[in-house]
């Protein structure tokens, strides 16, 4: 994979740097609606929010 590009990475920070230190060319935008996806979701599914990053 060349190119990643991610919709943000305030609610949840991922692997960008081991990305980038495979060569992999990372994007980060940011988009405020994005976020605001994610929090949506966040709210409505906080079990399986939780259950996909490993709390229990």
């Known amino acids: 994979i ?3 590009v991610i919709g ?3 609610t949840f920070l991922g692997e960008e ?3 980038r230190s495979r060569g992999v060319i ?3 935008l940011n988009d405020d609606s994005c976020y605001q996806l ?3 979701f966040i709210l409505n599914n906080s ?3 939780n259950e ?3 709390v229990v």
Do not use: F, R, S, T
Request: glycine share 4%.
């Open 52 to 54: 996909d990053i490993g």
């Open 2 to 4: 060349p190119h990643v």
């Open 38 to 40: 994610m929090q949506d």
């Open 17 to 19: 740097e081991l990305l």
């Open 47 to 49: 079990k399986l929010w």
């Open 26 to 28: 990372v994007e980060v």
């Open 8 to 10: 943000e990475n305030k």
